[in-house]
């Protein structure tokens, strides 16, 4: 008897799932029928990709960590491998005091490991120095669950090298509050170093060695040279088109005896022997409708972020910097919280000739801005990179991107709520799956990650009594 698997969610979690399942019902001749369920009329989710004359523009996401491999297979299992190219390893800058000062040299995620260009760094006072020195003589931290980055930082190198250097390069990768999110559920790899050596920055040196290479160094990220949404576009190819249901959302999830009943928005219901869910976490307490398990997913803040792409004429840049972006520090007086030199850090994305610029806007504590009208953010934008760049035209065209409460934020004690979360389905509801960038990681490579893990799940759940099946990837 064939088994129903339905998936809710289309964006990058959803997607890989049902790939990968369709690619085992095809090898192994898997007695399953495939539903993925997508509440708006497109796939893909925050991956979005605008070619325009020539450029090639993301709304969402712009890469994946080339150290993280499961990307990189996707993509040759799609058969695009040859499309994946490595970014520029340019100077990065941070914005501090209306000036750009460079990333200081061996420095990781901002944790210095070679202590020269850290002292000699104009980023931090001297003060400040002497304050991050400290890391070497500190004890180890003594906490019992969970804190903050923020509270983990601040106590061990200080506040000047938090707010002048940390909190640009880490806020910027969940768009959130580092004052506010788990240490545990995001960085959890800078606790144990110190715990091992007293020190993150002994530890780091130790363990993450800065590597001395010869000739030029590749960048530490990779993308698809035709736009990350090329990876959708193949993966919907791979589907049949009646496994694929768009513009229906699934509002309520009922356990039946052995079966699991789906009620979706158009009033109809459908009967599933497994359920893959990769949706946001603030759709889930109603979905379930269990308060106790669920509910606290309630609280849980999302941020929202909007970036602005901006498309010149090389002449237009009258005071060019050699580099590929900078972040803000947020104790400057600007609205902007980043800009990549999109033309110099990724070449293919923008023709000979031509500067493209993406500014990021949207700080925890000022949402407002995302809701400002496409002239204004790239009024506001432009104004901001006047201070540091002598731009001296308009653009030619331009791109605005908005993403509403998007972005999940890992707040403390974010492992104890997704720990709970899943030890209820594991006893109450065996067969269904909660993964998505709200739970276990939120960049490319960690949604594939759940979405390879779901189906292994899967087919365990539903064929355990089958040796011979086993997930081939």
């Given at each position: 008897m064939k088994k129903k698997v339905v998936i809710l969610g289309g964006g990058i979690t959803g997607l890989t799932a049902a790939y990968y399942l369709k690619q085992e019902q095809k090898k192994q001749n898997l007695p399953v029928d495939i539903q993925l369920i997508e509440a708006s009329t497109k796939l893909g989710g925050k991956i979005q990709t605008v070619r325009k004359n020539g450029f090639v523009i993301e709304r969402g996401p712009d890469s994946f960590l080339a150290r993280k491999k499961s990307a990189y297979r996707l993509a040759e299992n799609l058969g695009i491998q040859n499309q994946i190219v490595h970014n520029t390893a340019g100077k990065a800058y941070v914005l501090v005091n209306n000036q750009l000062y460079g990333m200081p040299e061996g420095s990781n995620m901002g944790i210095p490991t070679q202590i020269k260009p850290f002292l000699f760094s104009g980023l931090f006072s001297p003060a400040g120095k002497v304050r991050a020195g400290l890391d070497f003589v500190l004890p180890k931290t003594q906490v019992e669950g969970d804190m903050s980055l923020g509270a983990f930082f601040r106590r061990r190198l200080g506040n000047e090298v938090v707010e002048n250097l940390i909190e640009p390069l880490l806020s910027g990768i969940y768009s959130g509050d580092i004052d506010k999110m788990s240490l545990m559920a995001t960085f959890p790899q800078f606790f144990h170093l110190e715990q091992k050596y007293q020190s993150i920055v002994r530890g780091m040196k130790k363990e993450m060695p800065v590597k001395k290479s010869k000739g030029p160094r590749k960048g530490i990220f990779q993308t698809v040279s035709t736009g990350l949404e090329t990876i959708v576009e193949r993966i919907e190819q791979e589907l049949d088109q009646n496994e694929i249901l768009k513009g229906v959302q699934a509002i309520k999830i009922d356990k039946k005896n052995n079966v699991y009943e789906i009620t979706?928005?158009?009033?109809?219901?459908?009967?599933?022997?497994?359920?893959?869910?990769?949706?946001?976490?603030?759709?889930?307490?109603?979905?379930?409708?269990?308060?106790?398990?669920?509910?606290?997913?309630?609280?849980?803040?999302?941020?929202?972020?909007?970036?602005?792409?901006?498309?010149?004429?090389?002449?237009?840049?009258?005071?060019?910097?050699?580099?590929?972006?900078?972040?803000?520090?947020?104790?400057?007086?600007?609205?902007?919280?980043?800009?990549?030199?999109?033309?110099?850090?990724?070449?293919?994305?923008?023709?000979?000739?031509?500067?493209?610029?993406?500014?990021?806007?949207?700080?925890?504590?000022?949402?407002?801005?995302?809701?400002?009208?496409?002239?204004?953010?790239?009024?506001?934008?432009?104004?901001?990179?006047?201070?540091?760049?002598?731009?001296?035209?308009?653009?030619?065209?331009?791109?605005?991107?908005?993403?509403?409460?998007?972005?999940?934020?890992?707040?403390?004690?974010?492992?104890?709520?997704?720990?709970?979360?899943?030890?209820?389905?594991?006893?109450?509801?065996?067969?269904?799956?909660?993964?998505?960038?709200?739970?276990?990681?939120?960049?490319?490579?960690?949604?594939?990650?759940?979405?390879?893990?779901?189906?292994?799940?899967?087919?365990?759940?539903?064929?355990?009594?089958?040796?011979?099946?086993?997930?081939?990837?």
């Open positions: 979706l928005s158009n009033q109809s219901k459908i009967e599933a022997d497994s359920i893959i869910v990769a949706l946001p976490h603030r759709v889930i307490p109603d979905l379930f409708n269990e308060d106790t398990v669920f509910e606290p997913f309630r609280k849980v803040p999302s941020t929202s972020v909007a970036n602005v792409a901006l498309a010149f004429p090389e002449s237009a840049i009258k005071n060019d910097i050699n580099g590929t972006g900078f972040v803000v520090s947020r104790n400057s007086d600007y609205n902007i919280t980043a800009c990549t030199w999109t033309h110099k850090k990724w070449p293919h994305a923008c023709p000979k000739g031509k500067v493209l610029l993406r500014c990021y806007v949207g700080r925890p504590n000022h949402q407002d801005i995302v809701d400002q009208t496409d002239e204004e953010l790239v009024k506001i934008v432009l104004e901001d990179l006047r201070k540091t760049m002598d731009i001296a035209e308009e653009p030619e065209f331009y791109v605005v991107s908005r993403w509403k409460e998007a972005m999940p934020q890992y707040t403390i004690n974010h492992q104890e709520r997704t720990k709970h979360m899943q030890h209820y389905l594991q006893n109450e509801m065996p067969g269904v799956s909660v993964i998505g960038c709200s739970f276990y990681g939120s960049g490319l490579p960690d949604c594939i990650d759940q979405g390879e893990k779901a189906v292994k799940d899967t087919i365990q759940y539903l064929f355990s009594g089958q040796k011979e099946v086993v997930p081939s990837y």
